[in-house]
């Protein structure tokens, strides 16, 4: 951890990843209520404005992950857990953020439209 400087680099890469996790919170703010977590840890809340659990959303959202080839980890009710790996680079994060965001896309439009 110490050598590879995979703590240094899961700070660093971690406001990277926040940031663009609460640009999708702000297009997508009708079914992603927060988002929590530190470092390369996060989690992202799925509930309405009436803050009802969006579970049928955030089990469609995990299956397009995977079909893309992202694994992500949806625990049940309203959360979607993403936990890249610590030796990460910024292309590689950006690029599995962007199929996030596609997912939440694709699921809302074949959920609700």
Do not use: W
């Not at 009708?30 to 989690?43: M, Q, W």
């Not at 992500?72 to 292309?91: D, F, Q, W, Y």
């Amino acid at each position: 951890l110490i050598e590879d400087r995979l703590i240094e680099n899961s700070k660093n890469l971690g406001v990277k990843f926040h940031s663009e996790l609460i640009k999708i919170q702000t297009t997508f703010s009708n079914y992603i209520s927060e988002i929590n977590g530190t470092g390369l840890l996060a989690a992202v809340i799925f509930r309405d404005k009436e803050f009802k659990p969006l579970s049928k959303l955030c089990d469609l959202i995990s299956e397009k992950c995977f079909q893309k080839g992202l694994l992500v980890v949806h625990t049940g009710r309203e959360s979607i857990k993403l936990a890249p790996p610590l030796m990460i680079n910024e292309e590689a994060l950006v690029e599995g953020v962007q199929v996030f965001k596609e997912a939440i896309q694709e699921s809302i439009k074949d959920l609700y439209d």
